[in-house]
Each structure stands twice: as C-alpha cells, then as structure tokens.
C-alpha cells in the first residue's frame, strides 16, 4: 500500500506559502516517491491556491475542517464541496482540536465526513485517546466508540482514511511507542473489518499522527499496520517534511 503523509498547517501560513509543493518537489530531487502519497492541508482561504500548486507538482491538496451542509446560514463555516470546487482531495474531519475546541462530536464528524464522500473527496477520520483514557486502560474502547460513531455508512477504503492520533502526543514532543501504536492500528482495522468487512479493512489506509518529525518517521512509517502519517508542526518547515516523506 502506498504511503500517504498528511501535511496539516493548522492557523499557520501566508499567501506566499502557496508555493511550498514547489520548494517540496524540489527538496524531494523532483521526484515524487510512488510509495508515497503527499497531501498538503494549508488553512482553506489558501486552499485553492495550495491545491493549484500541489496538482502540478504531482501531489494532494485538502481542507482541515468542513460544515456537513451544502449551503446556508452557517456563518464562517465553508462546506465540503466548496473546498472540492477549490480542488481539494481530502478532507480532515474531526481532529481532536476541532474535538476539544470547537465542539466536534462524534455525530458531527460523521456527517461531515459523509459530506465529504458526497463531494467524492477522501475523508481523513481522526480519531485519538486522553493520556487519561489511555493510563485507565480505556484507549482501546475509546477509539472503538469514536470509529463506530464518527465512520458514515458509506465509508469504503476509497474514500476513507483513518488517523490515529493519541491526543497526549499531539504537539507535545512524546510519541507512543511502536508496540502501542502497531496494537492500535491493528485495532482499528479490526473495529474497521467488523463494521465494512475484511477486505476494506486491509486496504484501509490508517495514518499515524502525534509528534512525527524526520527523527522517528523511519521507525513509525515502518510498523506494522502504519499506512501513513499526519504531522502538524514538522509539515510547517518543508526540510523536514521532505525528510518525512523521504522514510516513506
Ligand atoms: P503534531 O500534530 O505533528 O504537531 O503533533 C499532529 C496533528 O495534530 O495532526
């Protein structure tokens, strides 16, 4: 399976940041590896410039966040196939910050995510325990009730990535270890194989995400059941994205 490596920007960047794929492409020695997908998420009021640049450079552009509606009175918000009309490829739904800061529940990922599918993008679900949830021994069903509530019915492997992202490790510098990350991520193709069947479970690509930056990219790219990463802060210097993408 390829690799897809997820650039999320987050509330960072400028205009002149639309020519990063460019600088990235460059970095790489303009070869875009095929093991490896590249996906660039900058803030949307850059996205179609980003995606524009992506494109020719080979590579994927997405949005953060998406209303699950269409249209309408929804101030501030823009929805799913707004960000596709600005030519984005995927969509993040329900990173834990949208979770934690801005109201994201489960029933609301589910329905942007569906959205998202609608508009015949790719859904990046994210999904990811407390340090809390995890020392109490409830990681494991934590993510279960998030993937089962938060997945729409018409999820396949083709239109859905699932990120596990341990909120702890989030920005934070600690990374869980590979025993851990490799039992969920086998986890979460189990609970993925129960709700949509073994074959979409194994060709699910299930990214990891939580202080991947080039030092420990080779090591969590190469575990068992890692199909991908989403990193934050590492994705804003394009050095180390490109190394990043390079342990692909
Ligand atoms: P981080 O963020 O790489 O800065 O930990 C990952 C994410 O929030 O997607």
């Known amino acids: 399976m390829k690799k ?13 940041w639309a020519s990063k794929p460019e600088q990235l492409f460059d970095l790489l020695g303009k070869i875009i590896p095929d093991r490896s997908q590249i996906l660039i998420c900058p803030p949307s009021v850059y996205l179609q410039q980003v995606a524009k640049n992506a494109h020719k450079y080979g590579m994927n552009a997405g949005a953060q966040n998406c209303h699950s509606e269409n249209s309408g009175a929804f101030t501030g918000e823009i929805s799913a196939n707004m960000a596709a009309d600005c030519e984005a490829d995927y969509i993040i739904c329900g990173h834990s910050e949208r979770r934690a800061m801005f109201g994201d529940t489960d029933a609301t990922v589910k329905a942007k995510a569906d959205s998202v599918i609608t508009s015949a993008m790719g859904a990046i679900i994210c999904v990811g325990e407390t340090l809390d949830q995890r020392e109490s021994g409830e990681a494991n069903s934590t993510i279960e009730s998030q993937l089962r509530a938060s997945t729409p019915e018409a999820s396949t492997a083709l239109n859905t990535v699932i990120a596990y992202e341990p909120i702890w490790a989030i920005g934070t510098g600690k990374t869980a270890t590979l025993e851990d990350i490799a039992q969920m991520h086998a986890h979460i193709r189990a609970v993925y194989s129960d709700m949509f069947g073994e074959k979409s479970a194994q060709d699910l690509c299930i990214q990891y995400g939580g202080s991947v930056k080039p030092a ?6 190469s575990t068992d059941g890692v199909d991908g990463a989403l990193v934050g802060g590492a994705s804003l210097n394009m050095e180390d994205f490109a190394k990043i993408v390079q342990a692909a």
């Open 4 to 16: 897809l490596i997820a650039a999320n920007w987050k509330m960072n960047g400028q205009s002149a």
């Open 216 to 221: 420990n990219a080779k090591d969590i790219l």
